[in-house]
């Protein structure tokens, strides 16, 4: 695959949102980066939440965690996703807010998720993040492995990352 800094096309373009939405919707788990009071970035594993992307991300977490304290600190996250069976990757920038909202929580609750929140929105301390997404950008590959393998192949020998068989672009969202 190319170097995504340089070949990635970047714009607000039409459909953009919905675009990252379907990849976003796809691939459900992610890593949310953030940074530690020493400047270090930290990734964790996250669930996103079943609410339809419109520009936020959100997820439940505990006051007291480490990743609150340094979204308190360093608002700025990004949120990378991985989605394997439809060769898809989406790495989501944006600014991270602790939101201490009852109907919010009310709205975005699903029942796997008490097995972090026994209590569940009783649970002392919980709280939602919410990543208001800035930008995005996203990389799909063709669905067809012998496209990939070919256009692998095409690339390695011509030189040309471009015939590998991928789309690369960078959305503005906010």
């Known amino acids: 695959m190319s170097d995504a800094t340089t070949d990635a096309t970047t714009d607000a373009t039409p459909g953009g949102t919905q675009k990252v ?4 919707d796809q691939a459900r ?7 530690t009071a020493d400047g270090a970035h930290v990734s964790r594993p996250m669930a ?8 936020d991300l959100w997820f439940f977490a505990m006051d007291d965690s480490a990743k609150a304290a340094e979204i308190t600190a360093h608002p700025q996250v990004n949120v990378a996703f991985s989605d394997d069976k439809h060769q898809a990757w989406t790495s989501v920038s944006g600014t991270a807010t602790l939101v201490h909202d009852r109907t919010k929580m009310e709205e975005l609750w699903a029942p796997p998720l008490k097995v972090w929140f026994a209590d569940g929105i009783d649970t002392p301390g ?3 993040i919410k990543v208001h997404a800035e930008t995005a950008e996203w990389w799909e590959a063709s669905s067809s492995r012998v496209k990939r393998l070919i256009g692998a192949v095409t690339a390695a020998v011509t030189g040309d990352p471009d015939k590998f068989p991928a789309d690369n672009r960078t959305e503005t969202l906010a």
């Open 21 to 24: 939405a379907e990849l976003v």
């Open 29 to 35: 788990i992610c890593m949310l980066t953030t940074m």
């Open 126 to 128: 919980i709280t939602l």
């Open 48 to 55: 996103l939440q079943d609410v339809e992307f419109a520009g």
